[in-house]
Each structure stands twice: as C-alpha cells, then as structure tokens.
C-alpha cells in the first residue's frame, strides 16, 4: 500500500517562531511533491511544488525534499496567525498515471 | 479565484431526493476529480476522469453517479443518500493524468447535509 503520512497534529507554535511540518512516503520513486494550506470549511490551496532534493523558497514558505530518506518539509518562518490552517502533503506515487495521494493533513496554530 | 467553480456551494437534501453537483474548469485541463472530505476525516478520491474517459473509481456506492460530458465539466448525480454521506465535496482538476509534475487545482467545494 502506497501511502503518505503526516502528523495530525496540533502544532502549535507563537508568532514570528518557525513552524515546521513534515511528510514521509512510502514510495521510493515518487517524483513530484506538493504542500497545499486549507483553512477550516475551505479547500485546499497550492501553496509549495517541489522536484528535486534540496530546498525551495518562496517567500516565508521553504520545502525541503530529501529522496533517500523518503521524507518532504514544510518552513514557515515568521509564522502569522493567518497561518493557522491545516496543511496537507501530496505526493505523485509512481505508477502510469500521476494521481496525488495526500496525507491526513497537520493542524497548525499560531497564537499571539 | 482558482479557475474551477463548484455549484451549489450548499445542499441540504432529503435521503429520497435526487440532486446533482456540477463542476466546472477554466483552466484548459484534461483531467478532473471527485473528492469526499468528512470532517476529521483525510481526502477521499473518489473518481478520476482524464479526457473525458473515467480512470478511476474508488470503490465509491452507486448511490454516486459520475458524469464527464466533457473535459471542462464534471457532475456528480446523487439519489438514495445516507447521511453519513453528509461532507464538504471537493472537485479539481490537473493538467492531465501522464504529466508527473503536476499539481491539482480545488474548487471551493460543495458542502452537502442529508436530513
């Protein structure tokens, strides 16, 4: 079973700290890797891609992508209680065609 | 605005009713997809349709009837509901199902009650 796991959470961290949220798959030869934010009774927003191993930044938001050790993070820096929502990781599992599977999704709360 | 709009975006419907979901893309894309989302609960696929031509069904009850008329829209007929079926629908859509690096695209989501 190919499968996409995350911390259910809740992470709750103070304004301005660094929240990190993080995702770990099961298949090896997965590919492409998403973050998504959703706000409570809203849908899920693209808000990080990444391909390759290593970091990408954008703006307060950095995804890192380890391949070997079959793990994908999510930075926040300077959280803002605007942050608050639930994150979901996806990932496109290999096969002949390239459906996401998400994760249950990490509940953040950044509180004044 | 995320290109994929969802109507209605509240139904409230009997169990002997029949209703139905519309999804519709601006996004020129070739694949969508149904989703369940219950609360506390993670995304359930549901079905897939790339180009027109339904891919998946994920073991979904036949009370749910998937209708793809053509690559911009996708409709979900419902009837003889249950009320553990009450929960937030979600449609999106990608590029299509042979692109790797492709993330999908979610419409504001129809949020369904079953008296």
């Known amino acids: 079973q190919k499968e996409v796991e995350q911390n259910s959470g809740p992470l709750s961290v103070p304004e301005g700290a660094i929240a990190s949220l993080n995702c770990t798959y099961s298949?090896?030869?997965?590919?492409?890797f998403f973050w998504y934010r959703q706000y409570s009774g809203k849908s899920p927003e693209l808000i990080m891609s990444?391909?390759?191993?290593g970091d990408k930044e954008d703006g307060r938001f950095t995804a890192q992508l380890n391949k070997a050790s079959q793990y994908v993070s999510l930075l926040i820096r300077d959280s803002q209680p605007s942050d608050s929502a639930t994150y979901l990781c996806?990932?496109?599992?290999?096969?002949?065609?390239?459906?996401?599977?998400f994760g249950r999704g990490t509940s953040l709360i950044v509180h004044p | 605005e995320t290109g994929v709009t969802q109507t209605p975006r509240h139904l409230v419907m009997g169990m002997t009713n029949k209703k139905s979901l519309k999804c519709e893309q601006h996004?020129?894309?070739?694949?969508m997809y149904w989703y369940k989302q219950s609360a506390k609960k993670p995304l359930e696929l549901m079905f897939v349709?790339?180009?027109?031509?339904?891919?998946e069904n994920n073991s979904v009850p036949s009370r749910f009837s998937p209708e793809c008329p053509n690559s911009s829209h996708l409709f979900l007929h419902l009837h003889t509901l249950q009320p553990e079926d009450s929960a937030l629908y979600l449609c999106?859509?990608?590029?299509?199902?042979?692109?790797?690096?492709?993330?999908?695209?979610f419409g504001d989501g129809t949020r369904l009650s079953i008296l």
């Open positions: 999106a859509s990608s590029q299509d199902l042979g692109q790797v690096h492709q993330p999908q695209h």
């Open positions: 298949d090896r030869v997965s590919q492409s």
């Open positions: 990444i391909y390759s191993n």
């Open positions: 996806a990932v496109n599992l290999s096969g002949g065609s390239y459906i996401p599977t």
């Open positions: 996004l020129g894309h070739n694949a």
């Open positions: 349709y790339n180009f027109k031509e339904q891919t």
